[in-house]
């Protein structure tokens, strides 16, 4: 599976972001999908994951309500919507899959390394 993130840009706080992963190869809509984000001298962490059919999602703490993951297998594209956007929200966002993982091993086990990764994108909260 290859995966592209965009739609990353420079917002103000309080203000939105839609990023997508569009991804080619391998059957998409058998796999859970996750959305990480990494800023200098952290760890990646995941942040937003679905599962196969859209249905079941997990959300790290500090995201939650704000965010929302979603997916439309027809056009192989995962979302993340960001609203309420923070300063300390800015970081590169990666999207990332891999077989065998359910979307909360997504998030909270899947390291660079194993599985497919997209490029990041850049999210820039500031006034």
């Known amino acids: 599976v290859q995966l592209q993130a965009s739609g990353g840009g420079s917002v103000q706080p309080g203000g939105s972001l839609r990023l997508s992963c569009a991804a080619s190869?391998?059957?998409?809509?058998?796999?859970?999908v996750g959305w990480f984000r990494q800023t200098p001298g952290n760890e990646r962490e995941g942040i937003a994951c679905?599962?196969?059919?859209?249905?079941?999602?997990y959300y790290e703490e500090s995201v939650k309500g704000r965010f929302t993951v979603s997916r439309d297998n027809a056009k192989n594209t995962v979302y993340l919507q960001m609203d309420s956007l923070k300063p300390e929200d800015t970081a590169v966002y990666y999207c990332?899959?891999?077989?065998?993982?359910?979307?909360?091993?997504?998030?909270?086990?899947?390291?660079?390394?194993?599985?497919?990764w997209g490029q990041g994108t850049l999210v820039t909260v500031s006034s």
């Open positions: 679905v599962g196969e059919s859209g249905d079941d999602t």
């Open positions: 190869g391998f059957a998409f809509e058998r796999l859970s």
């Open positions: 990332a899959t891999a077989s065998g993982y359910g979307y909360g091993a997504i998030c909270l086990t899947l390291e660079p390394g194993h599985g497919s």
